[in-house]
Structure formats: C-alpha cells, structure tokens
C-alpha cells in the first residue's frame, strides 16, 4: 500500500479509501472482516467511497447502484458490470492489498 493503513482504522460498518501502487480502492469492514473493492462504480466512474456501507452492501451516492463488496457483485442497476476486489491480508494489525 501506497499508505501504512491499520485493520483498527477501518471501523465495523465503515469504509476507508486508500491508495495501493496508486491505484484507488476502498477498504470495507463487514462484521468484522475488511474487503477491498475498487472505488469506483461500474455505471458511471463515481468514486464509491462516499456511498453507504450496509452489511455487505454499498450505494454508489450518485445514481443508486449498489454492490456487494464481498464478491463485487451487482445487487441493482443502474450498474451492470460487477466490481473488481482484491484480497485482503492483515499481519500483525497492518492491511495488505493484493492487486
């Protein structure tokens, strides 16, 4: 990661943009367990990380689009085409992104 990011700065229920190899993705804490989803919403390029985090489901604040951030999957439209993630690795306490 571009910045040192810790899994105790990503509260449950939040999200955390962050820059990997500068590349925007955004960090996502679901019960517990952190996802990383590119920032970006397939419909019409709006970064993500202003969106709503709802269990597993993130809103695009733009048109309503919304994503599963543990697969990328499309959960409504507007968008059609799913999300790029990436794995997420924690070692002792640090977030590591694999792209």
């Given at each position: 990661m571009d910045q040192v990011l810790y899994s105790s700065d990503v509260a449950v229920g939040q999200t955390h943009r962050a820059s990997v190899d500068g590349f925007a993705i955004l960090l996502c804490n679901v019960a517990g367990t952190l996802y990383a989803i590119e920032d970006v919403c397939t419909h019409d390029g709006a970064p993500l990380d202003q969106g709503e985090l709802e269990g597993c489901r993130i809103t695009?604040?733009?048109?309503?689009?919304?994503?599963?951030?543990?697969?990328?999957?499309?959960?409504?439209?507007?968008?059609?085409?799913?999300?790029?993630?990436?794995?997420?690795?924690?070692?002792?306490?640090?977030?590591?992104?694999?792209?």
């Open positions: 695009c604040p733009r048109h309503g689009a919304v994503f599963d951030v543990r697969t990328g999957a499309v959960l409504a439209l507007p968008a059609v085409c799913p999300l790029e993630t990436f794995p997420v690795e924690i070692i002792d306490g640090v977030v590591y992104v694999d792209l």
